[in-house]
């Protein structure tokens, strides 16, 4: 019948002791990592493949963010810019009450020369709501003498692999140019008839602001349904990514738990298994 060998050179119970703590102090570090870090896969050490595609969607999301933050500047551009076409288009309206006023030919004199005053004052509104129009140093409306900011088309990216959505300018100077009808122009009733009616200057130039409204209302809404897309891509993205490398650490906090005692008792059968040399040496004192 076989049976152990006990021996001072190979202590069989003590390396078995050992290995099985070596074991339990690895997993003891890996736990550890896990709840200190919050992440399961914290580095490519933990796993490869998952860290590789961890990084990847961590850098979509911040490509994404970005274009946000873009996106977010082109808004406020497209809100000042809207404003701006508003107040034009109500100061239109005024203007195209004097003018109704001025093509009638019973306006005559001192009431005449006020209702020239008025329009030009309301022109001067106009002039100053195009200059104004500016945005972060941009404006698409503005390229009129005095203006602020840097007037032309703007190519906004959207999306995390760079597309990118344009937005054109609406010559405000243009407008601002067609209305600034002569004395001449505004002194006889006939001539300034012509110009409010269905085919006239004025009306071409206020359908033509209406029309830029239109545009520029469009584009503010495909981008803030583009912002929010990115948000919602965003959010699902970093489920995805949670889901890959988060720590459940729930579990880990039991399994911590668990590997501790299983430390103190591994500890205590290594410390028990290097006694047994000792024990063999009382065996040949006592001999």
Sequence with gaps: MSGSIDSVNTNVGAMIALEALNSTNTQLNSVQKQISTGYRVADAVDDGAAYAVAQSVRSSVSALTTANQQLGSTQGLLSTTSSALNDVSTLMQSMRDVLVSLSNGATTGNERTQYT???????????????????????????????????????????????????????????????????????????????????????????????????????????????????????????GLGALVDANLAQESATLQALQIKQQLGTQSLTLATQTPQMLLSLVKSA
């Design 117 to 239: 005053a008025q329009y030009s004052s309301l022109l001067a509104n106009v002039k100053s709501d195009v200059q104004d129009a500016s945005y972060n140093g941009q404006t698409l409306i503005g390229n009129i003498t005095g203006h602020s900011g840097t007037f032309g088309n703007i190519a906004v990216v959207r999306n995390e692999v760079g597309t990118t959505y344009g937005v054109a300018t609406f010559s405000g100077s243009a407008v601002f140019g067609s209305l600034s009808f002569t004395s001449t122009q505004l002194g006889g009733a006939s001539t300034v008839a012509a110009l409010i009616t269905a085919t006239g200057t004025f009306l071409n130039n206020f359908n033509s602001v209406s029309s830029a409204m239109n545009t520029y209302g469009s584009a503010t809404n495909y981008i803030n349904n583009q912002v929010s897309y990115n948000n919602d891509k965003i959010d699902a993205l970093n489920t």
